[in-house]
Each structure stands twice: as C-alpha cells, then as structure tokens.
C-alpha cells in the first residue's frame, strides 16, 4: 500500500452521530503506517480521546479543507457547502450519480477543484457487490419505528439507543393488536434487517424480492397493514406505489418505511412523497382517510451508532488497508468520472482523470 493520510473529518449534520472508522480500528491503520488525523466532533459516539489513544493525529472540526494536498478525506454524509472548489479526494456517500437534487453543483464543486468523489456506495467487489454498508442497520430501524408508528408508540424527537433499549421498545405487550407487514428487498442486506427488527417486535413479514417485484401484485402489497422498502433500483422499474394506490379507499396499507429514502431520483420506487422526514419530525401523513403514514429517514443507523458504527468500520477496514489506484477504488474512481461525464464536465478538469 502507497503511504497513506487519512482525515476522518466533522460530520455536519446534527443527527450524525455514526463514524466510518470506530477508535480500535483506527489503531490497527496506525500500526499499518496509516497517518491518521481525526477531527474533534461533538456528537460521534466515539469521543476523540479514544482516537488520540489510538495514536491518530487530532484537528478542530472543519479543519479538512486546509488538509495536506493528498490527505484522502473521510466522511459518511454530505459536505458543508463551502468551499466552493473541493481540492481533496473525499470518501463518503455522495449521493450524486443517479441526478438526486444537488448532485450536479457537487460534482462541479469536484472538477472545479481537482479533487474526486469516491462515493462509499459505489466501493464494490469484481461482481458488484457492496463491500462497506449500513444496510441492515437501516432496514432494522426501520422496520423497529414502523412497528413503533403503526402501535402508537414512536415518539418524536428520535433520540440515539442501544439495541437492548429498542428491543425492549419492539416486544409486544398486552393489548398490541396483530398486524401483517411485508419487506420489499427481503433478501438483500437491507432486507434482511427488516426482517429481524420484524420479528424482534414478534411479527413474521411476508418476504418480496425480485420475483414477487417482476410482475407486482399490487392489491395483495395494499392488503399488508405495514410495508418496509427496501429496494435500491439501478435501473427504471415500475413503482411500488403510486398516487391512485394512495387513494384506494380499499387499501389496508396504514403505515410505510421507506429505507432507500431515493426521493428526487428517477429511480425512485416510491415516488409519492417529495421530501425525507427528520427525527424532530419523523413521521408524514400521506393521507388522512384512509390513514397512510409515512417514514423516511435518510440516516436511519445513526439511531444505533454504536452498533452500526463498529459494523460498517470492520468492513470498510480491509478496503482502507488496501488503498490504491485500482481494485474497488479504481471503480469507485472510475464511476465518479463517468457521472461527470454524463453532465458534460469535461474529463481534463480532473487532477486524477
């Protein structure tokens, strides 16, 4: 592996409290030759010490954007909008490559800088698979506060737990009406989250992926009282949903999860709502009658942080070990070019094109 800096920066986002890298991984890239400078943050679940103990190097929050030249910046969830030039290579989930709202003036932030995006959904083995991911995390959390909505029990705001707290949440006690609930992506990370968190709060889901997905039964989905989504679509597929569904004055359908939370994609399998929910508000009437509630939280693991945080970490782990021009970051790199491309930002504008 070529010498390598690494900057854990700041997450700006109130709620984040997850980080890709949790304090005893961190010390084995040190003891690897790894510099490792980590950014103080007041909401990571790690406290910077446990870093500092590590024998990583320690930088106010923020302090990324005068990082040395070829420091690689880490993160999870979007960057500050300044600067307007972004100088550095940045690993986190950009979320720009499928024309989400804001992905074009990203990716011009990029070219006009010299620095590339090296988006964490995109990090994938020889056959496409995901190597570093929260997925069953969010598809946990998502089915615990859709069985939470649907029993009247979610309160607002959404604070961060242990898993033992939010299993004690989950289990049914006296009184709590049986409800059907189905998890659309059953089979995938995602999916099979979803399916515990079901079962957690004693309730056995029915399971769709792709065969029940190619030819949709859409009155047998409208008869589930709860749906989970769990499906990331690559390529245009019919929706899951649809306005006139909504209005269906037969439909069972009282509460849904959207995990994948693809609003503004022309990929997205749920295109009835245009706007995520937030934790001081997580829950958005659809419809008042029939009810249809719906949550669509976009950083959904960070409920569990410290769970999720030392999941994602050991996998992300050996990539980082092994980072270098090609293999799964020369994918990642690749993909980043080809998205500018397909906007017309010319290739030249790249420092690593």
Known sequence: MTELHLWLRHEVRSTERRTPLVPSDARRLVERGVTLTV???????????????????????????????????????????????????????????????????????????????????????????????????????????????????LTAPLTPLSKDELDALLRPVAGDEEFTALVIGALGRSGRGARLGFLTAGIEATPWDLAETRALDRPALLAHDVLVN????????????????????GRRLRTVCDVTVDVGSPLNVLPVYDRTTEWTDPVRRLRKEPPLDLIAIDNLPSLLPRESSADFSSAVLPQLLQFETGGPWGRCRDRFHQACRELGIVEGEFRNG
């Open 39 to 153: 950014e103080e943050s007041p909401q990571r679940i790690f406290p910077v010490e446990e870093y500092e103990a590590a024998g990583c190097r320690i930088a106010p929050a923020g302090s990324w954007v005068s990082a040395p030249e070829r420091a690689v910046v880490l993160g999870l969830k979007e960057l500050p909008d300044q600067p307007d030039e972004l100088t550095h290579d940045h690993i986190f989930f950009g979320h720009a490559y499928k024309r989400q709202p804001g992905a074009e003036a990203l990716l011009r932030r990029f070219a006009a800088g010299g620095g590339t995006l090296l988006d964490l959904e995109y990090l994938v083995d020889d056959d496409g698979r995901r190597l570093a991911a929260f997925g069953f995390w969010a598809g946990y959390l998502g089915a615990a506060l859709a069985v939470l909505q649907h029993r009247g029990r």
């Open 230 to 249: 769990a499906v990331l679509a690559t390529t245009p597929v019919p929706p899951f949903l649809r306005e006139e569904d909504l209005d269906d004055r």
